[in-house]
């Protein structure tokens, strides 16, 4: 289980209000929704005492995983094959731009964007 989950619920109470709100405005927003309903049962697992645990083998999931998407719901062992492949994918050419073998700007795959900034920092 996650151990930094005050954060976490925080930002999804959040998010529920918006979505809430955003509900409101467009009454025909079926994603909406459905994104809303995701976020209640995370909040739910909260509660629970399941939030962060893997739906399939009920290990935790990758906390950097939590942090960067709250609504995570399986570890990185259990993802499919397409999302392991773009993880992968995104993976390589992150560590072959890191490596000083290739020029990239920004990179783009199956509706995955990358960006980086750099900054010298003087110590």
Known sequence: MVTAIDPLREQ???RRQRL??????????????????????????MDDGTYGLCDLCH???ETDRLIA??????????LTQVNSARLKKIS???LAF????????????????VAYHYQRLDW
């Open 20 to 45: 809430e709100d955003a509900v409101g405005a467009f009454h025909e927003a079926p994603n909406l929704t459905h994104l809303l309903e995701e976020v209640d049962a995370a909040l739910e697992r």
């Open 69 to 78: 998407d709250p609504l995570t719901r399986l570890c990185i062992g259990h």
């Open 92 to 94: 390589n050419s992150l």
């Open 59 to 61: 290990e935790p999931v």
């Open 12 to 14: 999804l109470l959040d």
């Open 98 to 113: 890191r490596s000083g073998c290739c020029q990239m700007q920004a990179y783009r795959v199956d509706g995955w964007e």
